[in-house]
């Protein structure tokens, strides 16, 4: 019988240790990313720019895109094995409190057990009643917003060039009551209708916040899209008329612009990326303009935050996740980047090139430059 000395058994013990040691450090990565979808574009394009060893994987929903994962890895940091960065973008409201809660993200597509390690948001958690405090946070970027328009379908509005606060304010609590000519149109014998984003958006709380509302909101849809959708036999009953929105708002600004487009009289609520070819409406009679945003004189915009677990507090990142967390966020704040790619142009307004800042959603503005 062959016997194995202590020396032997030691030296395989070392190596067995080093191999756990060596595929401990080769562990793969996976971070959820929760939230808004207002940078949804700014993500995907920068997770491209640093899985910088080849993408072999991108899943992506197919009943919402805002639900994808991507799977690669990063060439300078090979101990993070195979990284798997997964979203599920469906509203900041709800990715914040997600994170909060470390709710198990059943729509994650690779891994339907993680819980959220970072929640996106142009809003922050004190604006829908959490608190900051167990989190580290990062801004990236500015989202602004803006009140929109379609002339071609609103005649009407044409006139409407500029809301104060109080109008806005009134359109927002009373809208499918008030004429045109309340916020400037042409005549009192019409009807002007408000479509908003729903209450799981930023955008409805980052708009309400900056314009001080706080009642119930009065944000209208349609009965039916139109009699291309229905299809014979056509009914006697008529569709595409505005009625209540039994939802309380839109989950996209696609869905606002749609509205927007099909109903007369309508003014919506997006942000700066979703306006698209309609017509903004200026505010206390500032006109959206990335200038107007980055001297503070337009001030309907908030920071696009990312909000992680402090070290110590419930679903803190791994050192890993961190490393991955780190390189996507330099990637995303880069300033090269932020001012010459057409991902951010015209859709976001480079953080490095605020003149001012805020220290609360649709609080005070007050100068960087002093």
């Known amino acids: 019988m062959k016997t194995i000395s202590l020396k032997q058994i030691v030296a395989t013990g070392i190596a067995l240790a080093g191999l756990a040691f060596i595929q401990n450090l080769r562990a793969d990565t996976e971070v959820l990313f929760v939230g808004g979808n207002a940078a949804q574009n700014v993500l995907y394009d920068r997770v491209t720019n640093i899985l910088t060893g080849g993408i072999t994987q991108v899943v992506v929903s197919p009943t919402n895109s805002t639900v994808r994962s991507y799977v690669g890895t990063i060439?300078?940091?090979p101990g993070l094995g195979t990284v798997t960065i997964d979203f599920s973008l469906l509203g900041a409201v709800g990715g914040l409190q997600d994170l909060v809660n470390q709710v198990n993200e059943q729509t994650a597509l690779t891994n339907t057990t993680i819980k959220p390690t970072v929640a996106d948001s142009s809003?922050?958690?004190?604006?829908?009643?959490?608190?900051?405090?167990?989190?580290?946070?990062?801004?990236?970027?500015?989202?602004?917003?803006?009140?929109i328009k379609n002339?071609?379908?609103?005649?009407?509005?044409?006139?409407?060039?500029?809301?104060t606060q109080r109008q806005a304010y009134y359109l927002e609590g009373s809208s499918?009551?008030?004429?045109?000519?309340?916020?400037?149109?042409?005549?009192n014998n019409d009807t002007v209708y408000l479509v908003a984003r729903n209450t799981a958006s930023a955008v409805r709380t980052e708009i309400d916040a900056n314009i001080y509302f706080t009642g119930t909101i009065s944000t209208w849809t349609t009965n039916q899209a139109s009699y291309a959708v229905l299809g014979p036999p056509y009914s006697t009953t008529a569709y595409g008329l505005p009625v209540p929105d039994p939802n309380g708002g839109q989950s996209s600004?696609?869905?606002?612009?749609?509205?927007?487009?099909?109903?007369?009289?309508?003014?919506?609520?997006?942000a700066a990326q979703d306006i698209k070819t309609e017509t903004t409406i200026a505010y206390e009679g500032v006109p959206y303009s990335?200038?107007?945003?980055?001297?503070?004189?337009?001030?309907?915009?908030?920071?696009?935050?990312?909000?992680?677990?402090?070290?110590g507090q419930a679903g803190a990142p791994s050192a890993n996740q961190l490393n991955v967390i780190t390189n996507l966020l330099a990637a995303v704040t880069n300033v090269t980047f932020q001012t010459t790619s057409p991902v951010v142009v015209g859709n976001f307004v480079p953080y490095s090139g605020l003149q001012v800042k805020r220290n609360a959603d649709g609080g005070p503005i007050t100068s960087l430059l002093y």
């Open 151 to 163: 002339t071609s379908k609103s005649p009407n509005l044409i006139t409407v060039t500029n809301l």
């Open 123 to 147: 809003t922050t958690p004190e604006a829908v009643g959490l608190s900051s405090s167990p989190f580290v946070e990062q801004k990236t970027l500015v989202v602004p917003y803006a009140f």
């Open 290 to 311: 990335v200038t107007n945003v980055e001297n503070g004189s337009y001030p309907l915009w908030g920071y696009d935050h990312w909000f992680y677990p402090k070290v």
């Open 75 to 77: 060439t300078s940091q």
């Open 176 to 187: 499918g009551t008030l004429p045109s000519a309340f916020f400037g149109g042409y005549t």
């Open 253 to 270: 600004g696609a869905n606002v612009r749609g509205l927007v487009d099909s109903i007369t009289n309508a003014i919506g609520t997006v």
